[in-house]
């Protein structure tokens, strides 16, 4: 990681995006390289600056800060994504983690911590606004119950977790690639492939699993 970490701002209230621009161009070796009201304009300057670290507003218009996201996993851009949001509830928490956000931030907190959370995530950690760190805690108990029960759940790759966590909620396969900007033979093919690594047979085999374990996954 080069000294000086780029970063990207997305969210629709400018005098809130000039608030946080300022607190975190006063940290040295930060720069802000582009600003943006929309999710749309974000994925636009990080597909052309491809900077180290993108905060982005869940609550946009138009394309909100999980498309954003996805758009950014489907071109396989390297850049951190830390989501601001004032949602506090565990489903969105999780949701957000699936996707492979790295770091998730209450607005309520972001002036005093969007500086840890950048630094963070360019070192290639994880930041968590400390509020949450129960669903943190949850959401490893429900990964090593599955592990335990389910041994061979640690074969899949991070995709197919995350197909298998659609599936439990009971999305259709074009859902599912439509959600995950994904064509709908890849889809069938991340099926075929979880079928295979934990050895289910018959009819809807992979559906029965994935509703029996929802809760876990």
């Not at 840890?116 to 950690?125: L, T």
Request: proline share 4%.
């Amino acid at each position: 990681m080069s000294n000086e970490i780029q970063i990207i701002i997305a969210d629709d209230h400018p005098i809130f995006r000039r608030g946080l621009r300022a607190m975190i161009e006063s940290e040295p070796g930060f720069t802000v390289v582009g600003e943006a009201d929309n999710g749309e304009k974000a994925l636009s300057l990080i597909t052309e600056f491809e900077p180290d670290i993108a905060v982005l507003d869940v609550d946009m218009p138009g394309q909100d800060g999980f498309e954003t996201t996805r758009a950014v996993s489907k071109l396989n851009l390297a850049t951190g994504l830390i989501f601001l949001t004032m949602h506090n509830t565990e489903s969105m928490f999780n949701a957000a983690l699936d996707l492979g956000v790295k770091g998730y931030v209450l607005k309520d907190s972001a002036l005093p911590e969007i500086i840890d959370a950048i630094r963070a995530v360019a070192d290639g950690r994880n930041y968590i606004s400390p509020p949450l760190s129960t669903f943190l805690v949850q959401r490893s108990g429900r990964s090593d119950r599955l592990v335990r029960h389910t041994p061979k759940i640690q074969e899949l790759t991070p995709a197919e977790r995350n197909i298998l966590k659609l599936i439990a909620a009971e999305k259709t396969t074009r859902q599912i690639a439509d959600e995950l900007f994904i064509s709908v033979r890849t889809v069938d093919r991340h099926r075929a492939n979880i079928i295979s690594k934990l050895a289910l047979h018959g009819g809807n085999t992979l559906v029965k699993f994935a509703l029996t374990h929802r809760s876990d996954l």
